[in-house]
């Protein structure tokens, strides 16, 4: 099937008319082709938005009929749910199951969400002494605003940088993973549907070379969301500073999943499982570190290979498969090297690092686990973005959130206890933007996403997230015209 990017409205070809292929991980044939743009298609999404933004009715329409546009989007994903589940799994790797139960139905909610809450946008009146003068806090929207996503949740990621931009009254282009691009295609198929006016929304397809640069370092555009590895994250910063522009950035992580003493064994083993293999560990939220007490720890590793080998790698079209495969095959054969690494660093392979038996097409590797793994170990320090698990083992809660808090990043993390409080104090000490007690990997559209350190700038959903799409404007009103008549003498009031 070709598809077409969006720019202005309009379904079009790239400049120069080139395309690019579209493989199914899971057999690695051609699904589809889409435009391979320039930055002359670039430039052409940018001016779009620019239009758009400055003369366009998309920034001054009342917040309540923004809202209601994208709950009518929200509708339609709902309507269409099946197909983009079916597209999901095909395009990205994702088992039938997680996209159908997981990814599709976040997708939903999360942009049923930031429709309810554009209608809250309004302005605030700020209290002064004075009589006859009255200042307002006014939320406006930023402007033109470019969204940059990964491979790994497709529809989700497009959602979470489309969403709320629109709900603050920007105008945004996205530029979706060169793998992952037609959920975010059809996304904005909707939106045009749902009443987005024209050059409101944009998708371009191509590569970050090329069409990423871009996005970020055109002046005019007003602010840059990017979701990728922190290698890149440092280059989109580097190059948005030229202009100052506002950036948010959710990069990388190496969640520690720290199970204490008290915690009822099945349970952690569970959310180990959930926490290190979800999406073949191809999450940035992964717990890919297992804490363990060192009393728990032979008895609890027996139990998790037992479980582990029972999980079932298969096509994504297979309502039976547990684990799909990885998106490439540049990504498998990375991971392969960190599991080499490991090998060479001592650490010990008690389970998987292998190609599946059987799955000769499609990008699959057995998930993978070591043991005696130290925090000086590459697998230990570096994001690997595969099914790869790292235990160690500890004495004492000092020692664990030590463990926890050896790394530059800063995204996530687990603690596993019987005891919600001894939980809480052990969370509270782990620097993570997110810290679950008992779950691993759950996200509520209403509670904030991001990370410390090198996991990121900003924050993405919530209120948080759709305030980092507004500008604050103080609007100070002198209803009584004698405010300026002393001005500190500096001013004759004659």
């Not at 006859?132 to 979470?160: D, F, H, Q």
């Not at 305030?467 to 609007?475: F, I, P």
Request: glycine share 10%; net charge negative; proline share 5%.
């Amino acid at each position: 099937m070709e598809y077409k990017m969006l720019i202005d409205g309009g379904w079009t070809e790239a400049a120069s008319g080139r395309r690019s292929g579209v493989i199914d991980p899971s057999t690695e044939e051609a699904i589809a082709t889409v435009p391979r743009a320039s930055r002359e298609d670039a430039r052409a999404a940018i001016d779009a938005a620019r239009d758009s933004f400055d003369g366009g009715p998309w920034p001054q329409m009342r917040t309540d009929e923004r809202g209601d546009v994208l709950e009518r989007l929200a509708r339609l994903l709902e309507e269409n749910a099946e197909e983009f589940a079916s597209l999901e799994a095909l395009n990205g790797g994702k088992p039938i199951r997680q996209a159908s139960f997981g990814d599709i139905p976040m997708a939903i909610e999360h942009t049923r969400y930031f429709a309810q809450l554009a209608k809250t946008l309004g302005e605030e009146v700020v209290e002064l002494p004075d009589i006859g003068i009255k200042s307002r806090v006014l939320r406006e929207p930023i402007g033109v605003c470019t969204g940059i996503i990964p491979w790994n949740y497709p529809l989700l990621m497009a959602v979470w940088k489309i969403a709320p931009a629109l709900a603050a009254g920007n105008t945004v282009i996205l530029k979706p993973a060169t793998y992952t691009p037609l959920t975010a295609l059809e996304y904005a198929r909707l939106a045009m549907k749902a009443g987005v006016p024209s050059g409101v929304l944009n998708v371009v397809t191509g590569s970050g070379s090329e069409v990423g640069e871009e996005l970020v370092s055109n002046p005019k555009v007003d602010r840059v969301a990017f979701t990728g590895s922190t290698e890149v994250g440092r280059k989109v910063m580097a190059m948005a500073a030229s202009t100052v522009k506002k950036v948010t950035l959710e990069l990388g992580g190496k969640a520690p999943m720290v199970v204490l003493e008290d915690a009822d064994m099945e349970e952690a083993i569970r959310g180990t499982l959930f926490g290190a293999f979800l999406h073949q560990g191809q999450v940035c939220l992964s717990g890919t570190r297992l804490l363990l007490p060192s009393s728990l720890h032979d008895s609890f590793l027996k139990r998790l290979i037992e479980k582990t080998k029972s999980l079932r790698l298969g096509p994504t079209s297979s309502w039976e498969t547990d684990l799909g495969p990885l998106i490439s095959e540049s990504q498998r054969e990375g991971v392969e090297g960190y599991i080499a690494g490991g090998l060479g660093d001592g650490a010990r392979l008690v389970h998987g690092g292998r190609r599946p038996e059987g799955l000769e097409r499609g990008f699959y590797l057995e998930p993978t686990i070591f043991d005696d793994v130290t925090s000086d170990m590459t697998i230990a320090r570096e994001e690997i973005f595969g099914p790869v698990l790292s235990i160690f083992a500890y004495d004492g809660p000092e020692e664990a959130v030590d463990l926890a808090n050896a790394t530059t990043y800063g995204l996530a993390a687990s603690v596993w206890s019987s005891d919600l409080k001894r939980a809480e104090e052990v969370a509270r000490r782990i620097r993570a933007g997110t810290v679950w007690v008992n779950h691993h990997h759950i996200l509520s559209c209403a509670a904030p996403h991001g990370g410390y350190g090198q996991s990121g700038i900003g924050r993405e959903l919530g209120i948080w997230g759709l305030h980092e799409y507004t500008e604050l404007k103080h609007l100070f009103l002198d209803e009584s015209g004698e405010a300026m008549k002393d001005a500190f003498g500096l001013v004759s009031p004659e």
